[in-house]
């Protein structure tokens, strides 16, 4: 499916369905009030508590609809999936224990090249010198500077450097491989489907490479305009947030979704 077919069908998918996307943007209210009522001034610690726990169990079952949004995506399906709260709020944990695993894989993998290329210890040293510093009554930042050694400070700003790249290229891949991992997981249920890296791979080089990046890089400009008129809309007094809240971040993440289901159409 092309790029341009992807984006037309997708900003007219949220309401190929009044009902349900009315149902949808209803859940993301209920999602949002632990943060929107107290702006308003509404402030109450059970009140709070209990707004706090929907959020927790809204968020769920959201998620969880995204995921059949995926599926549906993948299959063909024009219209949005039915609503099924119990099952989407399970899907929803799942969905959400799959991203951690994928955000754990290249956090420990930046931690243990920080850690290896002296970038934990360097940077206590930087700390305690400043410290005995400013103990010594050093104010001006300049001299705080000098007092650490230049071998120090290379070792630091060289292993910042190496972490910083080896970070944002585990964070693009499993970022892409996520994507794949939680679209093989919606199409069959199965968290260990969405874990399998070979098949994972697989999928991703029947799409194209370059297709999947240009095409969320597409989606995400696109989805970033709309929030900006959402935000836009957000200053309208006293009516603003709940309207960008109840038509916009429902539109933008169903755009999102469904555009992703349709890219992972052909894997």
């Known amino acids: 499916m092309r790029l341009r077919e992807i984006i037309k069908d997708a900003i007219k998918y949220p309401i190929s369905d009044t009902r349900k996307f009315l149902i949808f943007c209803a859940l993301i209210i209920l999602m949002s009030l632990s943060t929107v009522l107290p702006s308003y001034g509404v402030k109450n610690d059970t009140l709070s508590l209990i707004l ?26 024009d219209t949005l999936p039915d609503f099924d709260y119990v099952k989407q709020f399970v899907i929803g944990i799942k969905a959400l224990i799959l991203d951690i695993i994928y955000f754990i894989i ?5 931690i ?6 002296g970038l934990f210890s360097s940077f206590t040293k930087i700390v305690y010198i400043s410290i005995d510093a400013i103990a010594n009554e050093t104010t001006n930042m300049t001299m705080i500077m000098a007092a650490i050694p230049k071998t120090t400070m290379n070792t630091f700003t060289n292993a910042l450097t190496v972490t910083l790249i ?27 489907e969405g874990l399998r890296f070979r098949k994972i791979l697989k999928d991703m080089s029947n799409i194209g490479f370059v297709k999947i990046i240009v095409t969320l890089i597409v989606i995400y ?4 305009a709309l929030a900006i008129v959402i935000g836009l809309i957000g200053l309208i ?13 429902p539109f933008i993440l169903l755009f999102l979704y469904r555009a992703i289901g349709l890219l992972y159409a052909d894997a």
């Open 166 to 192: 080896v970070a944002i290229i585990l964070f693009i891949i499993f970022s892409l491989m996520s994507f794949t991992g939680l679209v093989r997981f919606a199409k069959s249920g199965s968290g260990t």
């Open 221 to 224: 400009i696109i989805a970033f």
């Open 52 to 77: 706090s726990l929907v959020t927790l169990i809204v968020s769920f079952i959201v998620l969880g609809y995204t995921v059949d949004v995926i599926k549906g995506g993948t299959e063909g399906d």
């Open 112 to 117: 243990i090249v920080a850690s290896a290329s």
């Open 106 to 110: 290249p956090a420990v993998i930046t």
């Open 237 to 249: 007094p006293y009516i603003g947030v709940f309207i960008g809240i109840f038509v916009g971040v």
